[in-house]
């Protein structure tokens, strides 16, 4: 399964001004600097976590569809099955009707069951498109608050230590600390 972005955030899930505010930074020469401090941050957190922040649709591509019929989406929050589409014989991509499928968007699993007419791909690679939509919402109010600060103490560690590589190697123990809660867990 590869997954591609097709939609990101329309916003970051931490401001220009509050970042400004918490580094106490007045001025706006270094606006586009922070900003750009403000989205790796996000990606890094998001790539830690498999948690994106803030609302975006993703395009997952699979060759078949799971054994038992219940695919677990790789990213989350799971908010929704925006498209779906499956390759015919002859490789054209059909539009699925949502029917077709059950989304679990509310035991925090993220899944998406298959009903027993959903098609089978007429291709044996990249015969299955999902458009998801995932993250915790359009509000950045909607992200929890440990992941917020967890941006905030990253991009501000990222700030302070300007040209040194060995500072983004890996993140401080207190990002570490915030973000537990929200790594995938291996059961």
């Known amino acids: 399964m590869t997954a591609t972005l097709i939609e990101g955030p329309a916003q970051e899930p931490v401001s220009l001004a509050d970042m400004k505010t918490y580094l106490r930074v007045c001025e706006d020469g270094e606006d ?86 959903v098609p089978t791909p007429g291709v044996a690679t990249n015969g299955i498109e999902l458009d998801i939509v995932v993250g915790y919402g359009a509000d950045p109010e909607r992200v929890p608050m440990p992941m917020r600060q967890a941006l905030r103490q990253l991009a501000a560690g990222w700030y302070e ?7 983004a190697a890996s993140p401080p123990a207190e990002v570490a600390a915030l973000l537990a809660p929200y790594r995938p867990m291996r059961l």
């Open 32 to 117: 586009d600097l922070i900003a750009s401090l403000i989205t790796a941050a996000r990606a890094a957190i998001e790539t830690a976590t498999g948690r994106l922040m803030m609302r975006q649709t993703w395009r997952l591509v699979l060759d078949r569809w799971p054994p038992g019929r219940m695919l677990r989406v790789p990213l989350g929050p799971l908010l929704g099955l925006a498209a779906a589409r499956v390759a015919d014989a002859g490789g054209s991509l059909q539009t699925v009707p949502p029917g077709y499928f059950v989304v679990d968007v509310l035991s925090g699993a993220g899944r998406i069951g298959l009903g027993p007419d």
């Open 161 to 167: 230590r300007r040209g040194d590589s060995a500072a």
